[in-house]
């Protein structure tokens, strides 16, 4: 790993809070509203957007480079979206966990190697969700009851590495995790990071 850049270090003066009320509560989000202070001094309300779990997101990368993608609708943009396999996992349990249950469910498969490759922080303005991903690898069909939630309808695809980013970088793919994933993979790839054969494989 790469030593950290001084700049990273640079601090300024944070936001202070001060009283708070909670506006709107459910199992998966909560939203309060904080009297604050800005860096700046200035006074400001702020509304802020809890999650209660970690988004976790997979990639899974078979040995011939394809990526499996899930395809499903989704609500708040009312449209259709591909997307690599993604759910929530409890703050108290081990992420890893979280993401191999969310690949059976998802897809019907297991991985041999997982591997975490990114925390991202998503829409740091307005919420506190947090993002861990994993790159899963000699994938296999398990017998697994998938689609287990009750509202997700999903559809599958195995998609070469290469297209998939593709898509990405085309605007076709838009889901953040998912494109900031396949960009990370793309890197780790291009660095040496990976295997060589997977390498190989992504790449062609």
């Known amino acids: 790993m790469s030593q950290k850049p001084g700049w990273l270090s640079a601090r ?16 998966w989000i909560s939203v309060s509203e904080h009297e604050a202070t800005a860096p700046t001094g200035a006074q400001a309300v702020y509304g802020l957007v809890s999650f209660k779990n970690l988004a976790l997101a997979i990639l899974p990368i078979d040995a011939a480079g394809q990526v499996v993608l899930v395809g499903q609708h989704r609500f708040p943009f009312g449209d259709y979206s591909w997307e690599i396999p993604e759910g929530g996992g409890p703050k108290g349990e081990d992420p890893l966990a979280g993401a191999r249950r969310e690949l059976a469910e998802e897809t019907g498969l297991a991985a041999a190697e997982w591997r975490e490759i990114l925390r991202l ?7 506190d969700e947090l993002a861990i991903g994993f790159l899963a690898t000699g994938l296999a069909e398990i017998d697994t009851a998938a689609h287990a939630d009750d509202t997700e309808d999903f559809a599958l695809a195995r998609v070469p590495f290469r297209q998939a ?16 994933m396949l960009l990370r993979a793309y890197h780790m790839a291009r660095e040496g990071l990976l295997s060589d054969a997977l390498t190989r494989a992504m790449l062609g």
């Open 121 to 127: 922080q998503l829409s740091n303005s307005v919420t």
């Open 165 to 180: 980013l593709d898509a990405a970088m085309a605007g076709h793919i838009r889901d953040a995790l998912t494109v900031a």
């Open 12 to 27: 300024g003066i944070p936001w202070r809070r001060g009283r708070s009320r909670l506006v709107y509560d459910n199992p």
